[in-house]
Every structure is written in structure tokens, then in C-alpha cells.
């Protein structure tokens, strides 16, 4: 008996194409999300093609765990859509097998992504999140390249603020230049005006070589004094032909440092992040060990032998020492103003390095909390892959909508709910207001749940996502109802008995009469009976079965005028008028919760009403009705 069965070859097939396609848009989107944070960062540094396809290359590789996820709840959705819009799914289900069955070739392939989602991440993102911050970085901090602008100041080059009038693109020459340099401080400004010049580069791409010529420079000349308040400051003047000037500039591409982003937990795999951890750890009880120490010297003026730094050897020799009340009176007034200056000096002294400390172990603390939060997350993110599987193949066979239509709008919704958990899970997290496990495992406790409940649904065949029966329940809350809606048939077998039911339509209209006059509509309902005793109207019962006989009959007919009338006769339901609900524990429930009962009732009331105008419009209809049939023979 083979294990793999053709369906299962079949399934597996058109599942593993639509991951494909998906897994590549997801990743797509991604890298342009992570590409539009860096745009500003990137333009304009003259970065060579091999530092951009880099770039690209190790933010691809980043955002691949993210994307997993959510191509597989695309693919599964779309692809169990699919065959349940083609009624592939419910030719499996015909022939006997179960959903359960039907899933299990596609579960073994999401657990083999799940589990290459979690060694990719162990393996090859803590590498890619490294280099892509190294180069990240390091193109952040290149200068900009050379590219003055006409009309404007250009502030790119440090010290500097040139202005240029005109620029010759094909010489480079500039032409009415006005530069601003401050290298020196504010106090030693230094303005040039030049006739003409031209900033070039040197060959070790170090410095800037601007040459100017026919100009002016003026200078502060008491710079050592503060100039800036003085309405005279004395400058000095100096004209010139011809002028060099070399200005430190490094344009070249300093790749940093990988050292420098050993910290971030991102770039670590499970050991490392261990040994992180272990290592912090170690800093921080090092650290609470030598507050203590202080605080115990501080207290007791002095440092305590071994073996009483503990706080019951402070208590006792803090007992033995004489009452401090004692030692207060017995000093002088110098004394005590001396004794107070030097307690608020240390208390002060104390406070700050409490406070220093303080923010030194919460910066440490949620330096731990992040390694864990990203320990976890390797398992999580990885988890997520199999997780939304089992909530985009059981919804996909609830919707049956295949396509990039309704798919692709419920992945959004569901990843954006996932998403906005998860990261409410892992900030609570991190400012220890929930546990490290709770904030990290939030998201997948979700994603767990509601793939049961999914799958539970989609394997009793549950209408739960049926669009109809929710539009029905919330007409039926709001009192609303559906009109009818009968279109002409094209064949007719039977035409209606045009010479009875004249005389059927007026024992109708009759008794539309005698129900006016008998169920008292206009009163007001009994609070108790609607609730507590509720039943059918008989009489309404009985309207609505002999206005049905005579919809399907006239419903035969070939007049569309007739049909037209038939159309506008309401639709009676013999109990809306008399009780909110079908069950009767229900309806007790709504009547002892007051305030909710009280709509109800007055929805019940509203009802009544309607009933009359519906018994007086079915009168009307009926007399239209009967001058129709005498008045033209139907075709």
C-alpha cells in the first residue's frame, strides 16, 4: 500500500507552487518596507553597485524569517480556497475522505518550513543582521557626494556654508560664490567672496582642494573676546587673485567595525545569546554586590571584617553604638550646622550614585530581557510558519474563495492581528510589566487557538463565516426583513385558476378584517406574556399560510403587472409579533436583564404595528389584484 497517495502529490504540488509565489511578494514587500527606512540614508552617497546589491542581498536575507509565516497563511488560504470554489474539496469529502486526511501530506510540509525557518534563523540570520547593520551603519556615516546646488546654501561639507549663483556643469567651475566657514568656533567666522571657483577632490579622496579667484576674505580679529554682543568688531580685509584652500573631507566608503554590534541580541544564535545572558547576569550581581558594599560603609563609617557584611552585624552594632539624640544635645551649634552639612552631603552623595546605579541596572536588565525576548523568538517565529497553516487551510475551506481576492485581504487582516499582539506581548516584555515567556509566547497562544477552533469548524463543515446567516441574524435584531423577489418563469406548466381567486382573494382580504378586530395590534403588549409566556398567534399562522398558497400560485402567472403585486406583499412571520426569541430560556433571561428586555419589548411593540399596516396593505394589494384579473385576461 503506498504511503503517498496521487492526491497527496496533488495537494503538496499545488500548495508548495502557491508558496513560491507568495513566499517571493511577502519577501518583496518586506525588503521595500526595510529600504524605504534607509532611503534617506542612501541617497546621494555615490554607493557603487556591489555596496547596494549587498545591501539588498543581506536585507533579503533578514526579512526571510518574517516572510515565512506569512506566504504560508497565504498559500494555504488561496490553495484550499481554490479547491473548495471548485468543488475539489467537496469531491474528497464526497468519496469519504475526512478533512484531517486531506490536511495531513500539507502538515508534514509545513512542519519541514517550520523547521527550516528555526535553522535559518539560528544559522544564517544572526550572519545577515550583522553585516546588513556593519553595512547599514558604515553607509550612514560616508559623507555625501560632491553635488552643489544653484541658488541655495550648501551645508554638507562640515565648517562650511558655500552659495554658489552659477554652475558649469561641463568645467565644474563655479561662478558668484559666497562661502561661510567656522571651523575655527562662532568667534572666528571667516566670510569669502570669490568671482569664480572650483572644489575638487584629492586622488586619496581625504581632502578637498577649493580653488578660488578674484575675491575678498574677511575676518574676525578678536576672536579671543566674545564679539558676538559688541555693536563694533574690529575685521580684517584681505584681497586676493588666486587662493588655495585644502579642507579635510574623507570620502571614501570606512566599512565599521563587526565588533561594534556584538551587543545586539539579533545578531546572536541560541548559544550566544546563552552565554550573553550568563554574562550579564554575572555583571549585574557583580555590580548589586558592590552597592551593597557602599551602603554598608557609608552606614557604618567604616568598612566591616570579613564575615559581617550582613545586615543582623549592622543591626548589632548599630544597637551598641550610644543614642544618637544624646550625642545631638551634647553638641555645640557650629557642631550640629557641621554634622548636618556633612549628612546631607553624604545622603546626596548616596542618592546620586543610587540613582546612577539605578539606571545602570535597568539599562542592564532590559538588556537581558531583550536576549531572552529574541531566544524565544527564534522558536516562536519559526512555530508561526506550522501555526498559520492550521488558521489558512480550515478558513480557506470555510470561505471556498480562491484567487488574490478575499484571500489575500483575510491574510492581511490576520498577519496585522498577529503582528499587533505579538509586538504588544514582547514591549510588555521588555518593561517587565508580563513575564519573558508570557510576552513571547503570547502571539502563538493566539494563533494556537484560533487554528483549533478553525479547524474544529472547517472539519464539522461549519457555516460560521456564512455571510447570509449573519445578514439574517442582525435583520432579525434590527427588525428588519427581506422583500420578495420573484422573476417571471420562462416555462409555465400551470397557469393560475383566474376564476377562483377573486372570490379566494376577498375570504383573504376578509380575513385580514377579522384579524384587525380580534388580535388588538394597537394595544400595548403584556411585558409578562412576551417573556414569560410566549406562544404563536393562530390566527397569524394561518394569515401567512394562505397568503403563501397564494404567492405560489400567482407566481404562475404570465401578467408581469400581476406579478409585480405579488411582489410587494409583505412576508408575515406568526411570531415576531408576539416573541423575541425561539427558545424559551432565552426569552426568560432577556426579560429578568430589564434594560435589555426593555428594547426587546419595545421592538415587540413595533411589531405589532407593523403587522396592521402589513393586514391593510395584503387588503390592498388584493383588491388590486381582483380588478387586474377582471379588468385584462391574462397572456
Not at 558594599?293 to 552585624?313: C, F, I, Q, V
Request: aromatic share 12%.
Amino acid at each position: 500500500m503506498k504511503i503517498i497517495k496521487k492526491l497527496d502529490i496533488y495537494i503538496i504540488k499545488e500548495f508548495l507552487l502557491l508558496f513560491a509565489g507568495t513566499f517571493f511578494i511577502c519577501l518583496f514587500i518586506f525588503v521595500l518596507q526595510f529600504l524605504w527606512m534607509w532611503m534617506n540614508n542612501l541617497i546621494g552617497k555615490g554607493l557603487t553597485i556591489d555596496l547596494l546589491a549587498k545591501f539588498f542581498w543581506y536585507s533579503s536575507l533578514m526579512v526571510i524569517p518574517r516572510s515565512m509565516p506569512l506566504a504560508v497563511l497565504l498559500a494555504s488560504l488561496i490553495s484550499f480556497g481554490n479547491l473548495g470554489e471548485h468543488f475539489e474539496l467537496l469531491s474528497m469529502k464526497s468519496a469519504g475522505i475526512p478533512l484531517v486526511r486531506i490536511l495531513a501530506p500539507l502538515i508534514f510540509v509545513a512542519a519541514l518550513i517550520s523547521g527550516a525557518s528555526f535553522v535559518f534563523q539560528n544559522r544564517v540570520s544572526p550572519y545577515a543582521t550583522r553585516e546588513l547593520s556593519r553595512l547599514a551603519w558604515s553607509m550612514k556615516q560616508k559623507s555625501p557626494e560632491l553635488e552643489i546646488p544653484e541658488g541655495i546654501f550648501y551645508s554638507e561639507i562640515p565648517g562650511y556654508n558655500l552659495y554658489v549663483e552659477h554652475k558649469d556643469r561641463e568645467t565644474g567651475m563655479l561662478y558668484g560664490v559666497m562661502i561661510y566657514t567656522n571651523t575655527g568656533g562662532y568667534n572666528d567666522t571667516q566670510i569669502v567672496l570669490a568671482d569664480s571657483a572650483r572644489l575638487q577632490s584629492t586622488a586619496d579622496k581625504m581632502h578637498l582642494k577649493l580653488s578660488l579667484w578674484g575675491g575678498e576674505r574677511f575676518r574676525n580679529m578678536d576672536a579671543q573676546q566674545s564679539s558676538m554682543l559688541r555693536a563694533n568688531v574690529p575685521y580684517m580685509r584681505e584681497s586676493f587673485v588666486m587662493e588655495e584652500d585644502i579642507i579635510p573631507f574623507d570620502g571614501n566608503f570606512n566599512l565599521m567595525d563587526a565588533d561594534l554590534f556584538s551587543h545586539n541580541a539579533q545578531t546572536k544564535n541560541l548559544g550566544e545569546i546563552s552565554h550573553s545572558v550568563d554574562s550579564l547576569r554575572h555583571k549585574a550581581d557583580s555590580a548589586r554586590h558592590m552597592v551593597y558594599d557602599n551602603m554598608l560603609r557609608w552606614y557604618m563609617k567604616k568598612s566591616l571584617p570579613e564575615g559581617t557584611k550582613d545586615s543582623l552585624a549592622v543591626v548589632a552594632q548599630a544597637q551598641d553604638m550610644p543614642p544618637f539624640d544624646s550625642l545631638y544635645i551634647a553638641m555645640r551649634d557650629d557642631q550640629r550646622i557641621k554634622a548636618w552639612r556633612n549628612a546631607r552631603s553624604k545622603a546626596e552623595t548616596m542618592q546620586a550614585e543610587c540613582e546612577f546605579r539605578a539606571l545602570e541596572t535597568g539599562d542592564r536588565n532590559l538588556n537581558i530581557r531583550k536576549h531572552r525576548i529574541e531566544w524565544y523568538k527564534k522558536f516562536t517565529l519559526s512555530l508561526a510558519c506550522l501555526l498559520f497553516f492550521f488558521v489558512g487551510a480550515p478558513l480557506g475551506a470555510i470561505i471556498r474563495k480562491g484567487g488574490l481576492g478575499v484571500p489575500v485581504v483575510v491574510s492581511v487582516i490576520i498577519f496585522i492581528f498577529y503582528y499587533i499582539v505579538n509586538q504588544a506581548g514582547e514591549n510588555n516584555a521588555k518593561v517587565s510589566v508580563w513575564t519573558i515567556e508570557s510576552g513571547a509566547w503570547l502571539s502563538s497562544a493566539v494563533l494556537l487557538a484560533t487554528g483549533i477552533f478553525l479547524t474544529h469548524k472547517a472539519n464539522r463543515d461549519s457555516v460560521v463565516f456564512n455571510i447570509e446567516g449573519y445578514k439574517n441574524f442582525f435583520m432579525k435584531l434590527l427588525g428588519l426583513r427581506s422583500s420578495r423577489k420573484l422573476d417571471r418563469k420562462e416555462v409555465i406548466i400551470n397557469d393560475p385558476d383566474y376564476a377562483t381567486l377573486p372570490d379566494r382573494l376577498t375570504e383573504l382580504s376578509l380575513y385580514c378584517v377579522e384579524c384587525r378586530k380580534t388580535m388588538h395590534l394597537r394595544r400595548i403588549p403584556n411585558y409578562f406574556d412576551i417573556f414569560f409566556n410566549p406562544g404563536q398567534d393562530k390566527h397569524a399562522a394561518e394569515l401567512s399560510e394562505r397568503l403563501e398558497e397564494l404567492v405560489e400560485e400567482l407566481h404562475n402567472t404570465r401578467d408581469n403587472v400581476l406579478l409585480m403585486y405579488v411582489n410587494e406583499y409583505p412576508v408575515i412571520n406568526p411570531s415576531a409579533h408576539t416573541r423575541p426569541f425561539d427558545s424559551k430560556r432565552l426569552n426568560m433571561i432577556f426579560g429578568i436583564l430589564f434594560p435589555l428586555g426593555l428594547l426587546v419589548y419595545m421592538r415587540i411593540w413595533r411589531y405589532r404595528l407593523r403587522l396592521r399596516l402589513d393586514l391593510r396593505n395584503i387588503e390592498r394589494l388584493n383588491n388590486l389584484i381582483t380588478a387586474r384579473i377582471f379588468k385584462k385576461t391574462p397572456l
